[in-house]
């Protein structure tokens, strides 16, 4: 006890003197410094994660490691701590916390009209980028906090301001709660971070999508090498800071795997490798981030099985979210399996004590115990390039290390002492001797037996006279063991108690009978504890495999190129061919090698088509579905930001137009404003990554829009230009103009600061880029021809164009085509005068007209609203096909590539079970580059997969739930369809 005291004493007066500043003045004493060495020997000692040492000893003196290892040269002056049979592990570090700094308080909504214009002068133009914050200037030690974390592992923290698109600066903090900043700080800017995500606490509207945030991330970078030239007149502290941070480790907040891919990109583009803060999901596209090269920062929040007992619920839950349930602990070990390097954060528990519990569970799904000790310690420490200082146990290094009874990663191991810079905190005491286990106890001339089990802190005593359980009660603390119980007739209790040693095989203590006279009391220890393993008499839990995409009816691979003969069909050209019957299509190579009767090769899939229609895929010139944005209504252009970095290819709305036909679609930016954003042209290659059903040298396009949306008719807001159709004709000259004079200044070979938004501008005028403009009303059709021709440019496509037939002749000396419905009128004012007519009547006049969807689920009938020409403006079978397919591929300059069964062109193909103009028409086979990605065969066996699959993870889940594991309520995943006015801000 003696020894135990002088040891404590020694080191609380280490852990304050070790801790005081040299030059501070000492005015509460006699100013000393404390020299003393303190050796932990006999352990079992983790240097690093794969430098063990068994029987070791480590020594320390003034917070840091002096020396480690089996034969460690002891100082006279040294306070040696046997604790044998002990393990010594570097102390936990958390890269992503917020642990010191206050989030900001969200800012109270300011009225129906969005703020347009920043609030702060002097900074960046926009208030969500601040790289001028810096977390230290914020950061208040919360001890309470610090001790949570602690008693979980951690003694390192990289904390920052998680708000806003650019955060500034962290501050990584050792949890030493003994000293003050002066030591617990270990770099006041340890990183710079980054988000998709704008601030809560300012009000600015742009950016309000992913999209937004992406170019407004790629002009901050184009700012900030602009500014660094010495271009610019005024000050801007925000682009200063920027340049400042530059060399710090970079940290990126994507939160998603997709988002990883979108950051890792804009990095590439700029010349920055980001750290990455994921999702937990990145084992559905793990090919991918592996090949960012990006050091990842992982969260352990593996949900919680749904409570799927109540089958009404349970009908509520996707399969998407169940898949995630079961395959999101497997996570952490595909990467490492896969070579990609991570850390582990506490970001996203509900609580730190959930921390140990969801390690764990990764390593019981394979994660290797050695990974995770380095997702902990070593890696981390080398993100931050600290790992001289800490994240192992080398010389040198803080002195932050764990003292367990164990395995770190064993769930019945007990963390003792959690150092940290030398200062000892106690998290369970290591001096506490296990009282558990059955016990033959003997007070006065009465013998009971006794069981102690629970914990070691918190034992739970039950005792028995006979047969009989007896109320009792224990309480323990410092190795001092009070227990007390009635005897069996309840007329008073025995109290008992005694100071356990060591050896505690036999107990002997002090003793009060139920009479009040003191005795003795003994208890002899017949079985010691050991924990009892349950045997799961269950089926074991599995980890289902994922699928491309990991949704519902996702393949099990993603389809490959076949070499295949259509046989005896009857083929829709789009050509001049026409329709002929009893034709055989070869397919090589993804392309259409040979159009003819009686057709054979050798190597090839024969799909025998007698009787069956084989047509090009439908092309769809405007949609808004694979989409995770729509608009970015921000500002009244949005020039800057590109379809193409939102694109959703998890979408089941891919394979729904897949299994109507459609092989290709133009996503639109949506309507908000006067200048949208730049389209993405696809090809619905369901199964491939979002990357890869984007076009090869995609044609450019960019959405304009008129009428009631862009000048916010329906929206209730008054305070963005333009709020009249002139207004919108003023946008349009405004932004042409500047464009012009960029393109001027550009060409002259003076300096000039890169725009993205004029950049884009500038394409149009130089008719490298096509418009497709959504409108209404023949006057602002009118208008928007002659702002084009003004500025030598034409305007591609008209896209809905309901009054085209009424400008339709002035449309074809212009050059434009467009892109209508079939038979929708009146559902606004702008369109009283739409007919139905209106493609027939504009095709008679020599325009190029195509029948688009503009709807997730008219692209699924696009046959049938192709064939609606033929009752409204006798369209012939031909016409009215080519208006789903070579139409819109010449709208989309692509008529050289697809939409018609020619000879070298794609083989986007569809093979039909019926005239593809009725109704009784199915897709049976939808092919894109020579590869089928719908089957209607296939499909009616996935309804099925997807059947049984549910029921499985409904059963492994109410497994869950019988063995007591903690379950959430069903919740409704629900992918919003997007519409051209759908407007959505981003939160992640």
Request: aromatic share 10%; net charge neutral.
């Amino acid at each position: 006890m003696i020894k135990k005291l002088l040891v404590t004493t020694a080191m609380v007066c280490y852990g304050f003197v070790a801790l005081a500043q040299d030059y501070f003045p000492a005015n509460e004493g006699v100013k000393t410094k404390n020299t003393n060495y303190t050796a932990f020997t006999n352990a079992k000692i983790y240097i690093t994660p794969t430098q063990v040492v068994e029987s070791g000893t480590l020594l320390v003196q003034n917070g840091k490691v002096v020396e480690v290892g089996k034969s460690v040269t002891l100082p006279k002056n040294t306070v040696v701590i046997d604790i044998s049979g002990k393990s010594v592990y570097p102390s936990f570090i958390d890269l992503f916390s917020s642990f010191g700094v206050k989030k900001p308080e969200k800012l109270k909504e300011q009225g129906r009209s969005a703020e347009y214009e920043p609030s702060r002068s002097g900074f960046y133009w926009n208030d969500h980028i601040m790289p001028e914050n810096d977390a230290i200037a914020k950061f208040e030690y919360d001890d309470t906090v610090a001790e949570t974390l602690r008693k979980v592992g951690f003694g390192v923290v990289n904390s920052h301001i998680q708000d806003g698109i650019a955060r500034g600066t962290g501050v990584l903090v050792a949890l030493n709660g003994k000293g003050n900043n002066a030591d617990r700080i270990i770099d006041d800017r340890s990183a710079q971070y980054f988000s998709f995500t704008k601030s809560i606490a300012k009000s600015q509207s742009y950016p309000s999508s992913l999209m937004g945030s992406m170019a407004l991330l790629r002009q901050m970078y184009n700012d900030e090498n602009w500014y660094a030239q010495g271009k610019v007149d005024t000050k801007d502290r925000s682009l200063e800071a920027l340049a400042r941070n530059k060399n710090l480790v970079q940290i990126f907040d994507a939160g998603d795997k997709g988002n990883i891919i979108r950051a890792d990109g804009i990095g590439d583009a700029f010349g920055i490798q980001y750290v990455i803060f994921g999702g937990g999901n990145e084992y559905e596209r793990v090919s991918d981030i592996k090949a960012s090269n990006a050091k990842l920062i992982l969260p352990l929040n593996f949900p919680d099985a749904y409570d799927v007992s109540d089958p009404y619920a349970a009908a509520y839950v996707t399969l998407e979210d169940m898949r995630n349930w079961n395959q999101a602990p497997s996570n952490p070990k595909v990467l490492a399996e896969n070579g990609v390097s991570f850390s582990f954060t506490l970001h996203g528990l509900k609580s730190p004590v959930d921390f140990k519990e969801k390690v764990l569970k990764a390593i019981d799904h394979g994660l290797d115990k050695t990974t995770a000790l380095k997702a902990l310690t070593t890696i981390p420490a080398q993100i931050l390039g600290k790992s001289e200082q800490i994240g192992s146990l080398t010389k040198g290094s803080y002195a932050n290390f764990l003292i367990t009874s164990g395995d770190v990663f064993d769930k019945n191991t007990v963390l003792y002492e959690n150092w940290v810079q030398g200062t000892k905190n106690v998290i369970s005491d290591m001096s506490l001797v296990d009282v558990r286990g059955e016990y033959d106890l003997s007070v006065g001339n009465q013998k009971f037996k006794a069981s102690i089990k629970g914990t070691v802190e918190k034992p739970k005593l039950v005792v028995k006279k006979d047969t009989v359980t007896l109320k009792s009660k224990l309480t323990y603390a410092d190795n001092w063991l009070e227990l007390s119980f009635s005897d069996k007739e309840k007329t008073g209790s025995y109290r008992m108690i005694v100071f356990v040693k060591a050896d505690n095989k036999s107990i002997i203590g002090k003793a009060v009978l139920p009479s009040g006279d003191e005795t003795t009391f003994s208890a002899l220890k017949t079985v010691p504890f050991s924990e009892r393993v349950k045997e799961d008499k269950k089926q074991p839990s599995k980890t289902v495999a994922v699928t491309y995409p990991n949704v519902g009816y996702g393949y099990e691979a993603i389809p490959k190129q076949e070499n295949v003969l259509f046989k005896n069909a009857t083929v829709w050209t789009s050509e001049a061919a026409g329709i002929l019957k009893n034709t055989d299509v070869l397919v090589k190579n993804g392309k259409i090698a040979k159009v003819g009767q009686n057709l054979s090769a050798g190597g090839v899939k024969t799909i025998d088509a007698t009787g069956k229609h084989l047509t090009a895929g439908i092309i769809d010139e405007h949609s808004h579905i694979a989409a995770l944005a729509v608009n970015e209504s921000g500002q009244n252009s949005s020039a800057e930001v590109k379809m193409e970095d939102v694109v959703d290819n998890e979408d089941k709305g891919i394979y729904l137009a897949l299994a109507g036909g459609v092989t290709s679609l133009q996503l639109l930016h949506g309507s908000a404003n006067p200048i949208g954003g730049r389209s993405a042209i696809l090809k619905l290659k369901w199964g491939e990554s979002a990357e890869n059903m984007i076009y090869d040298n995609s044609p450019k396009f960019i959405k304009f829009a008129l009428g009631e949306n862009v000048k916010q008719s329906n929206w209730g807001s008054f305070n963005r230009f333009p709020q009249t159709r002139m207004g919108v004709e003023q946008v349009f000259e405004n932004y042409f103009q500047r464009a012009k004079e960029y393109g001027v200044k550009k060409k002259s070979g003076e300096a000039f600061r890169y725009d993205e938004e004029m950049e884009t501008l500038l394409e149009i005028i130089n008719r490298e880029r096509f418009i497709s403009c959504h409108s209404y009303v023949q006057s602002e059709i009118n208008m928007m021809m002659k702002v084009a021709e003004k500025f030598g440019f034409r305007v591609n496509t008209f896209t809905h164009i309901l009054e085209g037939y009424k400008v339709a002749d002035k449309m074809k000396a212009h050059g434009a085509g467009g892109g209508t419905f079939s038979d929708w009128w009146a559902y606004k004012f702008e369109v009283n005068d739409a007919i139905p007519y209106n493609a027939a009547i504009m095709h008679n006049q020599g325009v190029t007209v195509a029948i688009n969807s503009d709807d997730a689920e008219m692209i699924r009938r696009l046959n049938q609203e192709a064939a609606k020409t033929m009752k409204y403006g006798g369209m012939t079978e031909q016409e009215a096909w080519n208006m789903v397919t070579i139409n819109p591929a010449k709208l989309l300059h692509l008529n050289d590539r697809t939409g018609s069964i020619k000879e070298g062109k794609d083989a986007d193909l569809v093979l039909w079970s019926d005239n593809p103009l009725s109704i009784y028409a199915k897709a049976e086979k939808t092919m894109i580059d020579g590869a089928i990605y719908f089957d209607l065969e296939k499909d009616m066996q996935l309804r099925a997969k997807v059947v049984k699959e549910r029921n499985e993870l409904i059963n492994l889940m109410l497994l869950e739930k019988e063995k007591g594991k903690k379950t959430q309520e069903p919740q409704q995943s629900k992918k919003q369809i997007m519409h051209c006015d759908t407007l959505s801000e981003y939160l992640h």
